[in-house]
């Protein structure tokens, strides 16, 4: 603990997706690099992306990939207000870890403000135990019609008295008009806390900005700290779906046949369904850099092709997903395909949808006693029930068939985000602090776990792409080391390209 609350740089935006998260992790680790004890906050996020702390309690995934920049396990103090988007303008409210309810849109606008409290708490927390938060601010803070109940933005800054700094978006145009507009936007009484701009994602020679950064500052008296350029394919997990409307990496025209050769030019095609409420999508992140592996989201049996394996992720509302899967058409392209020989792997919500049955009767996720068919691939009835299950857990692979064989006996560690509780005869995919987690075919093509981060096990994934085709001589990629690399790649783009003397002196003055 330390005896002065620790100084706060408050990065908002001038609009969401501007790179504000992204930028927070790379600051997070450039401090971190620094010997400072830095840690990450947003007050308020807004993701189905989760992850869960050591301690069993629920935050958004990209204050706990800040975290890990800054080399610190996560923290519910680091998110204490999650809202997990489940449709019809409805979200469930995870409030300092834990489900707090689901409401609508409107009526949290009216909540909002009696959850600061909780905010205050968990920010002060953080400040009495680092030398340094990095808080995200969510959206824009010159919203007039939210500015009267904001938690996350310049409440924040104000209660901090935070070094603030605001983020714009140069790929998307009128970076200017942006910045100057959401200026003019605050309230005059706030103004004085915004220290700083930063032009992010840009394209070119950054000299060719300066008469305009020259008069950026001239009306505004606020500095420029730095031009942050376009960083190309960034490999850390994601805060939203928004960037599944990327391109995805290539895929062959040889998919159209089953599997592939196991030849040097091998290419695993995994094919992942993306529901409208897709949630923990960075479960799949490890395969995007394997060599020899395609990944590829989609969301139509036109685009489905034939892949090696066709994976079910987890989602935010299982029951409505799974008729969304209906009504395109994929339910019956997925039993076709595990008809055929090909392997399909269902994680959290897409486990469930493979058993046989799925139940409400106490209106979780639908209507109270509802009761849908699954896709019958698995001998597996899931019951949803209120109490939700949050935990970090290892455990151990007992599989034995299909491609999984080759990865009985490998330890595996995760974490488990789930409302729903299974009743299965069917063999048991891994064991988990000594229980039995996921079922198996008999013939190993279909499996299904309740492990998110199945896929970051280095040894479980090697010897997964292995069994689908991809050669033993394919270099094995390291999930976390790749992770800690892009930190540092991160780090030293911002320090490159910000005025870290200024920021620096902004947070600690002389004297």
Not at 103 to 125: C, G, I, Y
Not at 436 to 446: E, P, Q, T
Not at 460 to 472: A, F, I, W, Y
Request: with cysteine.
């Amino acid at each position: 603990m330390t005896d002065t609350p620790a100084p706060v740089l408050m990065v908002l935006g001038t609009a969401s997706s501007v790179g504000k998260s992204l930028l927070v992790t790379a600051l997070c680790r450039a401090f971190h690099q620094q010997g400072i004890h830095v840690a990450p906050f947003k007050a308020q996020n807004m993701s189905n992306n989760a992850d869960v702390t050591p301690d069993g309690l629920e935050i958004g995934r990209a204050q706990a990939e800040q975290a890990a920049a800054a080399g610190l396990l996560p923290s519910v103090e680091m998110n204490p207000v999650l809202l997990k988007p489940q449709g019809d303008r409805t979200s469930q409210v995870i409030l300092n870890g834990l489900p707090a309810g689901v409401m609508h849109s409107v009526d949290f606008l009216d909540r909002k403000r009696d959850l600061w409290p909780d905010v205050e708490r968990a920010l002060d927390t953080l400040r009495g135990q680092y030398e340094l938060i990095v808080a995200e601010g969510a959206g824009s803070p010159a919203e007039p019609n939210l500015q009267a109940t904001d938690i996350v933005n310049l409440r924040v800054a104000r209660h901090t008295r935070a070094t603030t700094v605001i983020v714009g978006d140069i790929d998307r145009g009128g970076v200017f008009a942006h910045l100057v507009g959401t200026l003019e936007l605050i309230p005059p009484e706030d103004r004085p806390l915004v220290r700083g701009f930063i032009i992010n994602r840009f394209r070119g020679d950054p000299s060719l900005l300066t008469p305009a950064i020259q008069d950026l500052e001239r009306r505004t008296s606020i500095p420029v700290l730095g031009v942050v350029p376009w960083i190309d394919d960034v490999r850390l997990a994601d805060e939203d779906a928004v960037a599944l409307e990327r391109p995805s990496r290539p895929w062959r025209p040889e998919h159209l046949e089953r599997g592939a050769p196991t030849d040097s030019t091998a290419v695993v095609d995994v094919a992942v369904i993306r529901f409208p409420r897709i949630a923990n999508f960075d479960d799949f992140d490890p395969l995007r850099d394997e060599p020899d592996v395609s990944l590829r989201y989609v969301d139509s049996v036109s685009a489905l092709g034939k892949p090696t394996l066709i994976v079910l992720p987890g989602t935010r509302a299982t029951i409505a997903d799974l008729d969304w899967l209906r009504s395109s058409g994929l339910d019956s392209a997925i039993r076709e395909h595990a008809a055929e020989g090909g392997h399909v792997l269902g994680i959290c919500g897409g486990l469930q949808m493979l058993g046989t049955r799925l139940l409400d009767p106490d209106g979780v996720e639908a209507v109270a006693g509802t009761a849908v068919p699954g896709l019958g691939l698995l001998a597996l009835e899931t019951r949803f029930v209120a109490e939700k299950t949050t935990r970090r857990v290892e455990g151990t692979v007992v599989a034995t068939g299909g491609a999984w064989a080759s990865a009985t006996g490998i330890a595996v560690s995760g974490y488990e985000i789930h409302s729903g509780e299974g009743v299965t005869e069917a063999a048991p995919f891994i064991e988990l602090s000594g229980l039995r987690d996921g079922a198996i075919s008999s013939d190993g093509l279909v499996a299904g776990t309740y492990l998110h981060g199945l896929l970051h096990n280095d040894a479980l994934r090697t010897r997964l792409l292995e069994s689908l085709g991809r050669p033993p001589s394919a270099a094995a990629q390291s999930a976390s080391a790749l992770r800690d690399r892009e930190f540092d790649r991160l780090a030293a783009v911002v320090r490159a390209n910000l005025d870290f003397q200024q920021l620096e002196t902004m947070l600690w003055p002389p004297g």
